[in-house]
């Protein structure tokens, strides 16, 4: 049979027939295998597949040829099909079956955090709605209501006693549910946290409808990127992370603000479309936004957070991994001083690619960026609560990569499993074992001369509460503002010129100075110079507080030091 039929379009059987050759050869690049892929492209930007499952796995293969392009006219005919995707007839016919999927032309549902609902419904109020499936936040919403509306509105509420989505009709108007609900909660008094708190306890579920720009993987890259082509192999190797680390990135620029907020919202429809959320995403500061190119189509597109929304001593920078302009993961690290806390995540489109390469090309961009030197995953990421790490061999990822455990009991279990495994090369851990593993950090430290222990960030949070308990009992506010007075006076610097920000950034980092021993016996340098660095944690860039930290090591270290000082 030909490959199209004499008045149409190519029948079913040849869609998926080249549908598969397509897949098997989505990992060979350039020469005949750029021709052949070519070929199938064509056909199918006019076949009519049969199923779900088949619009789906067309839709990750151009999504991964996005990324990973042969040539100019691979990747131009790839952006034609990616651009029409949602006006397929396969598509359409499916779409109640692709909901969820992050397919333009698909709905996508999620409990989102309260910033990203704010944001949805601000870019798309006409598309945005509750999810009415949701018993719980039906009944969240009925005790909620009243405290939202006015003193009339909330008498009738409570006299009929409706059932909350039935109540939020009855008050709504034309706005659309989910809207109505984020205006009412966004004009409470108080400030984003109480707010938040609000919405949190509601927890409702909201669903967006597809439109012609709303978050979709489909449509997901950076403008104005740099292409690479994909004319060899992918680097599936593992590689060596002392060698790789010490390889800095082509260039770093901090992006104008402009940039910065499109590189922002790229980020947080990323995470949408995967119905996902990420706090660094939803609070990202445009100021504080950093292209790092890293060659070869790879770049790391990395933002701080708000000042009002910064951790106390650690800099939180969230990030998508970016080839060729598409997104193909995400990362956040938690910053104390020289020592990363790493979240790394590739897109399922993107697994089983160049992730480890890729992780260590994040690992010397880190390094090159913020001076990081000692890097930890947390339990969660390596599989604690985290079926998903569990499914993947998150900690046999990271272990394979260089990075170990510290913990006795972890060691000993990894002990067992390295001896099974010389025994039987096709031993695979069982999921109690990965589970147990998972419980305990992994690190990896770049001099291992010098390593780093965890921060102490939770024994000088519970220091500081006795502190403040001492001083000034449950007025925490004006405690909080003598501490501020009594650091600044014990350190002998000055907030002269400081900006709000960066005085509400001194003031939540006094307590933790005042728990400074010895402090006193500083050189008057050491000290002024502490103010600054503390100053610096409310500036443009958080940035700059992380290398001014690495650069006082008196502070660095005690501030490490306060593990023991704090015990108990």
Not at 102 to 130: C, N, Q, S, V
Not at 444 to 462: K, N, S, T, Y
């Amino acid at each position: 049979m030909s490959t199209l039929e004499a008045d149409g379009p190519p029948v079913p059987r040849d869609a998926a027939r080249a549908l598969t050759a397509l897949e098997r050869s989505k990992d060979a690049f350039g020469g005949r295998f750029a021709a052949s892929k070519l070929r199938w492209l064509r056909l199918l930007a006019h076949a009519t597949l049969r199923s779900a499952r088949q619009v789906e796995r067309l839709h990750e293969l151009l999504c991964f040829m996005r990324a990973y392009p042969d040539d100019a006219r691979v990747l131009a005919q790839v952006e034609a099909m990616l651009a029409r995707f949602a006006r397929r007839a396969d598509l359409r016919s499916n779409r109640a079956a692709l909901a969820h999927t992050g397919i333009a032309g698909t709905d996508t549902g999620y409990p989102f955090f309260y910033p990203t609902a704010e944001w949805l419904a601000r870019r798309w109020p006409a598309l945005l709605r509750l999810d009415r499936s949701d018993a719980a936040a039906a009944d969240n919403i009925a005790r909620a209501l009243p405290l939202l509306v006015t003193a009339v509105e909330a008498a009738a509420l409570k006299e009929l006693a409706l059932p909350g989505y039935a109540a939020l009709d009855r008050v709504r108007g034309r706005t659309s549910d989910a809207v109505f609900l984020i205006e009412r909660i966004a004009a409470l008094p108080g400030d984003s946290f109480t707010r938040e708190a609000f919405y949190d306890g509601i927890n409702p579920s909201c669903t967006l409808a597809s439109g012609d720009d709303t978050p979709a993987r489909t449509r997901e890259k950076l403008d104005g990127s740099r292409i690479a082509w994909q004319t060899g192999p992918l680097r599936r190797a593992r590689p060596d992370l002392r060698r790789e680390i010490a390889r800095a990135p082509r260039a770093l620029r901090r992006l104008p603000a402009r940039k910065g907020r499109e590189a922002i919202d790229l980020a947080r429809g990323a995470m949408v479309a995967r119905q996902r959320d990420l706090d660094a995403f939803a609070y990202g500061d445009a100021r504080d936004v950093w292209l790092v190119d890293d060659g070869d189509g790879y770049a790391f597109v990395v933002n701080g957070v708000e000042p009002q929304r910064r951790a106390p001593l650690a800099a939180i920078y969230g990030g998508l991994m970016l080839r060729n302009g598409v997104p193909v993961g995400y990362l956040q690290a938690d910053l104390f001083g020289r020592s990363a806390a790493l979240s790394f995540n590739t897109f399922e489109t993107f697994r089983g690619g160049e992730s480890a390469y890729v992780f260590a090309r994040m690992l010397a961009m880190l390094h090159h960026a913020f001076g990081a030197t000692s890097f930890t995953v947390e339990p969660y990421q390596l599989g604690q609560d985290n079926d998903e790490g569990i499914a993947s061999g998150a900690w046999w990822f990271y272990f394979k990569l260089g990075f170990r455990p510290r913990a006795a009991d972890a060691r000993r279990i990894a002990r067992e499993e390295l001896a099974r495994i010389g025994r039987d090369p096709r031993h695979r851990s069982s999921e109690a074992t990965l589970r147990a593993l998972a419980r305990r950090h992994l690190f990896f430290e770049v001099d291992p001369a010098r390593p780093l222990p965890l921060p102490p960030a939770a024994q000088i949070g519970l220091a500081a509460a006795r502190l403040l308990d001492r001083i000034g009992g449950a007025d925490r506010e004006a405690t909080v503002r003598e501490c501020g007075r009594v650091a600044l006076r014990r350190c002998g610097g000055s907030l002269r010129g400081a900006s709000a920000d960066e005085r509400r950034a001194w003031e939540r980092c006094a307590p933790v100075v005042l728990l400074l021993p010895g402090i006193e016996r500083w050189h008057v340098d050491e000290r002024r110079a502490l103010v600054d660095v503390f100053r610096a944690k409310g500036g443009r860039s958080e940035r700059a507080f992380v290398s001014r930290l690495v650069a006082h090591a008196r502070l660095h270290d005690a501030l490490f030091a306060l593990r023991r000082v704090t015990a108990g």
